[in-house]
């Protein structure tokens, strides 16, 4: 016995005339449509009877251009609706005024879903059979559904200004319903109250280029203006990993440390008591006993400890090749101070001179210090091939940035969202 797929049947609009111009209209939600417009006179016409009504007349000079035209048919999620309505809706809000675009999309087996445009941000939304559940949310009034809490963000009373195509229920321009919109991105939970009775939504949000495939639509999609209630952000999920990675880089760079650190010699090869004699004005140079600096080009570290107490000590060097006379000059203050406040500066200085050759050196030593210090004992070493760990913490404030720019981009982001809020922050001014 063979099987067969079951299609099903195609089902054909129904063709009526307008009763106020003689143009046919045609009926594509069947039994489900109770008001359509007349694509010519633009009257609104009572389906509910076989004989037309007109119920609105059009007096408005401009006529609203779709951008998906009546009757262009889309597929979402496997299944394929067709634009039977259109309408256009606005606020008015101090001195401000803004309106969006609404689809009616149908399909004959599965019913309604709609589809709202403002300013190049897209949203599917489809008609709630149940109440959502109270919660709060950023201290404020919030629902909660399908596991999601939704935060209220805006609020209005929205007026239908232009419409053309069918519709479910008796359509009139003019008419006005109260909107609460909740968010939990990249989905909208919305409230439209007319009366006593409050209907809801869930609205889905959908890129311009997505929707446009969906309808095959020529061209491309108006282009998204700023940031959109419920438009998901581009770096949810980006912030933890981001500081994943970072972390995952700073055990990398560690190991790197130690391995660094126990590739160097880091070997002391002199090491030598000073004193400074007071009552001098200065003191005549003096060179150091010889030491050996073996292997290559390496560094050297050349340090000193000063015993200074409120005072300094200031040391000329000149680091000596013994057998080519290559000098390497340089100096260092140590300097400490301390009082009721606090201290100032370390008895303790030293300096990395990058890549000496190995041989036979000593150091030429010039101190100066104020004529009215006292005598001053100090120590100088030489270290050879040490590490050098600037670099590392360096590379550690640097492998901070990503993270950081994806944290800043994520609040700015998070920001432009809700300016655009009821509850927007106080830093964002009433105009906004």
């Known amino acids: ?84 309505g259109f309408q256009e809706r606005s606020v ?48 404020r009034q ?4 399908d596991g999601r809490t939704f935060a209220a963000f805006d609020a209005m009373t929205a007026a239908t200004s232009y419409v053309i195509g069918e519709f479910p229920w008796q359509v009139c321009r003019g008419e006005t319903v109260r909107c609460e919109d909740y968010i939990s991105p990249p989905y909208m939970l919305s409230a439209e109250s007319t009366g006593d009775e409050v209907t809801w939504s869930m609205g889905e949000y959908w890129p311009g280029s997505k929707i446009w495939q969906a309808f095959r639509l020529a061209g491309s999609p108006p282009y998204a203006q700023g940031v959109f209630s419920n438009q998901p952000s581009p770096f949810a999920g980006k912030i933890g990993s981001a500081w994943r990675t970072w972390l995952w880089l700073n055990v990398a760079l560690f190991v ?22 007071s009552g001098k004005s200065s003191e005549a140079a003096f060179v150091t006993p010889p030491f050996q600096l073996n292997g290559g080009d390496k560094n050297v570290e050349v340090g000193v400890h000063a015993s200074v107490d409120n005072d300094w000590i200031y040391l000329n060097f000149a680091l000596i090749n013994d057998e080519t006379g290559q000098t390497f000059d340089f100096a260092r203050e140590v300097s400490y101070y301390h009082d009721s406040d606090g201290t100032e500066g370390s008895r303790n200085n030293s300096v990395v001179i990058p890549s000496v050759p190995g041989g036979r050196y000593y150091l030429r030593i010039e101190p100066e210090m104020s004529p009215s210090s006292p005598s001053t004992r100090y120590e100088v070493f030489v270290r050879r091939d040490v590490p050098i760990y600037s670099y590392f913490w360096i590379a550690a404030m640097l492998l901070l940035i990503p993270p950081i720019v994806v944290l800043i981009r994520s609040v700015k982001f998070e920001g432009l969202r809700w300016r655009e809020s009821d509850y927007a922050p106080a830093s964002s001014g009433g105009d906004d």
Not at 142 to 145: D, I, K, T, V
Request: aromatic share 14%; hydrophobic share 35%.
């Open 1 to 84: 016995m063979s099987s067969s797929l079951v299609t099903p049947p195609l089902v054909k609009a129904k063709s009526l005339s307008c009763p106020n111009c003689g143009a046919p209209v045609e009926l594509r939600g069947f039994a489900h449509t109770l008001s359509a417009v007349c694509p010519n006179c633009l009257s609104v016409l009572d389906t509910s009877s076989p004989e037309l009504q007109v119920l609105d007349t059009f007096q408005g000079k401009e006529r609203v251009q779709p951008k998906i035209p009546l009757g262009t048919r889309g597929t979402f999620n496997g299944t394929v609706y067709e634009v039977i």
């Open 142 to 145: 919030a629902w909660r559904l």
């Open 92 to 139: 008015q809000s101090g001195g401000d005024f803004y309106s969006w675009d609404e689809y009616l999309l149908f399909n004959p087996y599965k019913g309604f879903r709609y589809l709202t445009e403002y300013c190049g941000h897209w949203n599917v939304v489809r008609a709630l059979s149940r109440v959502p559940e109270t919660a709060r949310a950023r201290g």
């Open 256 to 277: 790197l440390f130690l391995l660094f650190t126990f590739m160097k010699a880091n070997r002391e090869v002199f090491r030598q008591d000073y004193v400074y004699l």
